[in-house]
């Protein structure tokens, strides 16, 4: 791996924002890209194909930046196109992908017999990435999938007051409660943002991958990144396929860094 001082970021739109921020708060001298593809939102309900090529379009974009360390801020992205992506990019970008790195991290403290509940988009749900990966690791654990397509769009229209919102969040949380599920994963970058309203329906542990990936990552790349502690401010070039401003009002409650040089491509 090439030494960069970069690191990319990719998401289908605001919710990989919540592993920025991660990101930021661990390694605040890093500069940062973020890429999101507002254009092709959501992705959790195209085909595994279709996410690959968004994907692919991206991952050039980054290395005609010369960024070779991109992160998939985006579970359904790390669940449907990363084998084939990472075997297509080689040696040329180093990929973290968002559920295959943070795996071992989400069933600490389950027990045998315990029950894990995974929200995510159809097409995470549909790939069973999550419940392979970790029967792989422990197949006593009880693990139900929940399929929460209308989330993503919920965050990104700003609608979490409205009450319809309100019924399709309640109807999936509660297949969580009903199965006593003793821990929840939020399967979905977007859905950090919905913890307050999902707490109320049900108050259980919800693991936000975003933390673990982060530890992983800045293990992983000590002496390949160079963390300039000299750098006072440094930079995060934002980029979208559609609607900046958009993408900016959809931000600013959950992203707490001013967002400006938001990028039309
Ligand atoms: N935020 C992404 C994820 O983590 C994609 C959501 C979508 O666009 O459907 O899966």
Redesign the pocket.
């Known amino acids: 791996m090439t030494k960069n001082e970069t690191i990319g970021l990719l998401?289908?739109?605001v919710?990989?924002l919540s592993v920025l921020a991660q990101f930021y708060k661990v390694m605040p001298n890093q500069n940062y890209a973020f890429f999101a593809?507002t254009k092709?939102?959501?992705?959790?309900?195209?085909t595994r194909d279709e996410i690959y090529n968004f994907t692919k379009n991206i991952l050039n974009f980054f290395l005609s930046k010369g960024i070779k360390t991109v992160v998939f801020?985006?579970?359904?992205?790390?669940?449907v196109a990363y084998e084939r992506l990472r075997d297509y990019f080689k040696d040329e970008i180093k990929i973290f992908p968002?559920i295959q790195t943070i795996i071992p991290y989400s069933i600490e403290n389950l027990s045998d017999g315990d029950t894990i509940a995974i929200l995510?988009?159809?097409?995470?749900i549909n790939s069973h990435k999550y419940r392979d990966e970790i029967k792989k690791l422990n197949n006593k654990i009880n693990v139900v999938e929940i399929d929460c397509t209308g989330f993503?769009e919920i965050v990104e229209q700003r609608l979490y007051d409205d009450e319809k919102s309100f019924n399709l969040i309640k109807e999936k949380i509660d297949i969580a409660k009903k199965n006593n599920a003793k821990k929840v994963v939020l399967?979905?970058?977007?859905?950090p943002y919905l913890i307050d309203i999902f707490k109320k329906i049900y108050d259980v542990e919800y693991f936000n991958p975003a933390k673990s990936l982060v530890d992983v990552v800045k293990e992983e790349i000590k002496g390949e990144i160079s963390q300039n502690k000299e750098t006072k401010n440094p930079k995060i070039d934002f980029y979208v396929s559609k609607d900046p401003d958009e993408f900016i009002k959809s931000a600013k409650p959950f992203f707490k860094v001013d967002i400006k040089d938001v990028h039309l491509v």
């Open positions: 998401d289908s739109g919710g990989g593809d092709n939102l959501p992705y959790g309900t195209k801020a985006c579970n359904t992205t790390s669940a968002l995510a988009t159809k097409a995470t993503v399967g979905c970058t977007h859905y």
